[in-house]
């Protein structure tokens, strides 16, 4: 089936360097951030005598391996080895880096949108899973290997196998308390977490239209989370607005001439893809999950499924592992299970208008004795920005830690971890076990959610919160 004219096959023509065969492309890439656990490929190209082929279209910023500690001894961590290397490197090879307390600093999936280095149209490739984020701006965006980050930078080059197509078509309105993270929790739990396998996913429908740009940088981060390589979502004036003003965004005659080339991505009218998906989110409820997968998940109000309902005994075998380390039991409800810890950060929701959704809930609330909260921004500029809002009081007000920019607990590589046995609400984009933790128990929701349940103690619809007195 041919898919000319999808978003997905304008952007990959734009870029293909050389045909190779058997479904192989080398690609242009228009864009490269280095984060600091980047597979020593600077190492290798001292090592081969090479140099960064354009070291103006790669920038870098350390996210991964900093601590996001509140009162640093350090604020710069110099003594951080990898943010040390990272910065070394950088300088050797001419690479813009946006160091630890510059605006610009990150987590390199929040940074590179809000600096305008990703912008419709192009090419972005980062040595990490979740760079299919980008693609909420109308750019093929792609996680790349050791190998494949070393051949970048010596040539802007990178090998692609063309993958098929599928539009997902996200129909109806989302209802009150729900967002982004519920409707993708939603559609791996339908799909599963291999549907995405081989495909570029476009997403589109009424659902994906009315969303902030926050909310498709959510929904195209989980996209690798079930199979896809790549998630798209087509750019318009809600994307022209967004990224107007933006530090290396055009402007003047540049934005005007960009503005009329960005609107011609949009899929053609009559573009076919190899697959389509139809759901309807208009009676949706927040999700959460509950095991070591994320297609275990449940709307809040659900309870655990009983493992020997399971006529597969591969996933019987999975759902009853997920059981015993999550310490569940098969008909118990999720609403009221108590939480120890909650944590709104990761590159998945860790933006401004996510801290403001989290703050909303929290305002004039406390945190719950038994529950250790943070709040961790994605970015130098978005705490300085939640900070000028009051963002910051809001949530110290309230018992919840306001900590410094970076990946945080989300993979808790930097010391920012879930204790063993402990039951955590987290906003990240994994639930792995041991991901934020050995034997820490993960149950991923939305900000909303996650921000009402370190306010009960316990997981609950943000609905369910007494009211706030007067």
């Known amino acids: 089936m041919s898919t000319e004219g999808t978003l997905f096959e304008k952007l990959w023509q734009r870029h293909v360097v050389a045909e190779l065969g058997d479904g192989f492309a080398l690609l242009h890439v228009d864009r490269h951030v280095v984060p600091d656990f980047n597979g020593n490929a600077f190492t290798h190209l001292r090592r081969r005598g090479l140099k960064v082929r354009n070291p103006e279209l790669t920038f870098a910023s350390a996210d991964h391996s900093v601590s996001t500690e509140p009162q640093l001894a350090d604020p710069t961590q110099q003594g951080n080895p990898h943010v040390a290397q990272l910065r070394a490197d950088t300088r050797e090879f001419g690479v813009r880096l946006f160091d630890i307390g510059q605006p610009g600093h990150g987590i390199v999936h929040v940074i590179a949108p809000e600096m305008g280095l990703v912008l419709p149209g192009l090419t972005v490739a980062i040595g990490d899973s979740h760079t299919c984020t980008h693609g909420a701006m109308g750019a093929l965006a792609w996680g790349v290997g050791q190998g494949e980050l070393l051949h970048i930078l010596a040539t802007q080059t990178c090998m692609q196998r063309k993958p098929r197509t599928m539009r997902v078509n996200l129909q109806g309105r989302l209802p009150d308390h729900t967002s982004a993270k519920d409707l993708v929790l939603h559609l791996i739990g339908q799909l599963g977490v291999s549907a995405g396998n081989g495909f570029a996913v476009e997403y589109a429908g009424e659902a994906v239209c009315a969303l902030p740009m926050e909310g498709r940088f959510t929904l195209c981060n989980m996209s690798v989370e079930w199979g896809a390589r790549y998630g798209l979502v087509a750019p ?235």
Do not use: K
């Not at 380390?325 to 299970?337: C, D």
């Not at 945080?408 to 039951?423: F, K, V």
């Open 236 to 470: 318009d004036d809600t994307t022209f607005e967004w990224l107007a003003g933006r530090p290396y965004a055009p402007s003047g005659a540049a934005w005007d001439a960009a503005l009329a080339d960005w609107r011609q991505l949009a899929g053609d009218a009559d573009a076919r893809f190899d697959r389509e998906v139809t759901l309807d989110v208009s009676r949706l409820v927040p999700q959460v999950t509950w095991g070591n997968s994320l297609d275990m998940v449940l709307p809040v109000d659900g309870r655990i499924p009983d493992p020997a309902q399971e006529p597969d005994p591969a996933r019987r075998a999975s759902l009853q592992a997920s059981l015993d380390y999550m310490g569940l039991r098969p008909g118990q409800a999720l609403q009221g299970l108590p939480v120890q810890r909650v944590f709104i950060g990761s590159c998945t929701n860790s933006r401004l208008e996510d801290l403001r959704t989290a703050a909303a809930v929290v305002r004039g609330r406390r945190v719950a004795p038994a529950v250790t909260a943070w709040v961790v921004p994605g970015s130098e500029n978005v705490r300085r920005q939640a900070e000028a809002e009051g963002l910051d009081r809001v949530f110290t007000d309230a018992g919840f830690q306001w900590r410094r920019p970076g990946c945080s607990m989300c993979l808790s590589a930097n010391g920012d971890t879930i204790g063993p046995g402990e039951r955590a609400v987290s906003t990240a984009n994994r639930n792995f076990a041991g991901r934020q933790g050995p034997g820490s128990r993960t149950h991923l929701a939305s900000p909303a959610l996650a921000a009402a349940s370190a306010c009960a103690g316990h997981i609950t619809h943000p609905a369910r919160l007494p009211e706030v007195a007067a």
